[in-house]
């Protein structure tokens, strides 16, 4: 199982970005794929998920209207979009997917991608 993040960076408060996680190694639309993130000195928080077919989606309450959770099944990648974002919104965003090793519930994570907002 490979997932690998892409387009962090720096942005400006009120821009946007849209993150990237390439899937391998597993019947990616069979899964739900997940988006969180963790800040310096916090914990790691779930952002957004995306069920299987990508119709049903969740947000965490601090993001709701402006990131958005989507995926592409024929190309195993899932994406987050970013937009009117804020400077509490800077973290290493990771992309997950539980699935079943040795009979039992396993998260696999990506390397992670840095997203920093500021002026």
């Known amino acids: 199982v490979q997932l690998v993040e892409s387009g962090g960076g720096l942005v400006q408060p009120g821009g946007s970005l849209r993150l990237s996680c390439a899937a391998s190694?597993?019947?990616?639309?069979?899964?739900?794929m997940s988006w969180s993130r963790q800040a310096p000195g916090k914990e790691r928080e779930l952002v957004a998920a995306v069920l299987r077919s990508g119709e049903s989606t969740d947000y965490l309450d601090s993001v709701k209207g402006r990131f958005t959770i989507s995926r592409d099944n024929a190309k195993n990648t899932v994406y987050l979009q970013m937009n009117s974002l804020k400077p509490e919104d800077t973290a290493v965003y990771y992309c997950?997917?539980?699935?079943?090793?040795?009979?039992?519930?396993?998260?696999?994570w990506g390397h992670g991608t840095q997203v920093t907002v500021s002026s």
């Open positions: 997950s997917t539980q699935l079943s090793r040795a009979g039992a519930p396993y998260t696999y």
């Open positions: 190694g597993f019947a990616f639309s069979a899964y739900v």
